[in-house]
Nanobody
């Protein structure tokens, strides 16, 4: 079972950019889907972006056109490039896989704070 570690969060002004990384303990090549979720204070965790092994990417409507998910199979890492950040993007961001979601496993996540 692959372990995932998120990093790259921080404090940024509105309109700025951040790139989050999700480093896997093993190969991600055969993982059929990798997700980025986020959870803001007092809100439910929401799906932000999905990357499939077939190359398909999907996004929540609130981030479409601003966020880009990508995989580097050679580095076993998934990225989330976040541009034109808004205060409402403030949240803890998590990466996950179908298996980890099924098992109810979540990492520590990485905090993103966008100031207005």
């Amino acid at each position: 079972q692959v372990q995932l570690v998120e990093s790259g969060g921080g404090l940024v002004q509105a309109g700025g950019s951040l790139r989050l990384s999700c480093a896997a303990s093993g190969s991600i090549y055969s993982i059929n889907a990798i997700y980025w979720y986020r959870q803001a204070p007092g809100k439910q965790r929401e799906l932000v972006a999905t990357s499939t092994s077939g190359g398909t990417t999907t996004y929540a409507g609130s981030v479409k056109g601003r966020f880009t998910i990508s995989r580097d199979n050679a580095k076993n890492t998934v990225y989330l490039q976040m541009n034109s950040l808004k205060p409402e993007d403030t949240a803890v961001y998590y990466c996950s896989t179908p298996d980890r979601i099924y098992r109810g496993l979540w990492g520590q996540g990485t905090q993103v704070t966008v100031s207005s």
